[in-house]
T-cell receptor, first 108, second 113 residues
Framework: QKEVEQNSGPLSVPEGAIASLNCTYS??????FFWYRQYSGKSPELIMF????GDKEDGRFTAQLNKASQYVSLLIRDSQPSDSATYLC????????FGAGTRLTVKP | DGGITQSPKYLFRKEGQNVTLSCEQN?????MYWYRQDPGQGLRLIYY???????QKGDIAEGYSVSREKKESFPLTVTSAQKNPTAFYLC????????????FGDGTRLSIL
């Protein structure tokens, strides 16, 4: 079992829709959770982090964490073509573990 | 501007050659990391260092070497023992402690000639 699992996609949504990206992790001791966006050929950039169960909102982005289910998600509201990228989930206990990423395409 | 600088952006390696990838940060971060990314795959940890003059192997350290002589610098050498070096190499740094995010440089793309 992979430590951090994400659907590879591609996930395709129309412009203006909500994109929902999901991530599960195996280490119950994980304490912090991050979402990175990676455009093709570029390096990952941090867009959200969450430490506590529940929702955390930042502009059009909402991170959701459920530690009991070992599940973290990222919602992107009002999706734009510029949101088309690969989204990496990262989970930190004593070290950082990355998922393989979900490729999102937002169609105009 | 604070950040992480990786150089070169593109690098080509000849058969039997060692090459060194540079990573410099001016964020005053304690910890630095090297990852390898292959197409369609996630980030795999090569080496990391949490303090100067100390570093640990990651999941795929074979064929690679590092040094950490200064807090700001964490160069990665891809040795001739690494038979499949073609990949995108990412350097990251962070404050130590749980909950701290990692920040990445722009990466170096290494190819075999």
């Amino acid at each position: 079992q992979k430590e951090v699992e994400q659907n590879s996609g591609p996930l395709s949504v129309p412009e203006g829709a909500i994109a929902s990206l999901n991530c599960t992790y195996s280490d119950r001791g994980s304490q912090s959770f991050f979402w990175y966006r990676q455009y093709s050929g570029k390096s990952p950039e941090l867009i959200m982090f969450i430490y506590s169960n529940g929702d955390k909102e930042d502009g059009r982005f909402t991170a959701q964490l459920n530690k009991a289910s070992q599940y973290v998600s990222l919602l992107i509201r009002d999706s734009q073509p510029s949101d088309s990228a690969t989204y990496l989930c990262a989970v930190n206990n004593n070290d950082m573990r990355f998922g393989a990423g979900t490729r999102l395409t937002v169609k105009p | 501007d604070g950040g992480i600088t990786q150089s070169p952006k593109y690098l080509f390696r000849k058969e039997g050659q060692n090459v060194t990838l540079s990573c410099e940060q001016n964020l005053n971060h304690d910890a630095m990391y090297w990852y390898r990314q292959d197409p369609g795959q996630g980030l795999r940890l090569i080496y990391y260092s949490q303090i100067v003059n100390d570093f640990q192997k990651g999941d795929i350290a074979e064929g690679y070497s590092v040094s950490r002589e200064k807090k700001e610098s964490f160069p990665l050498t891809v040795t001739s023992a690494q038979k499949n070096p073609t990949a995108f190499y990412l350097c990251a740094s962070q404050w130590t402690g749980v909950g701290q995010p990692q920040h990445f440089g722009d990466g170096t793309r290494l190819s075999i000639l």
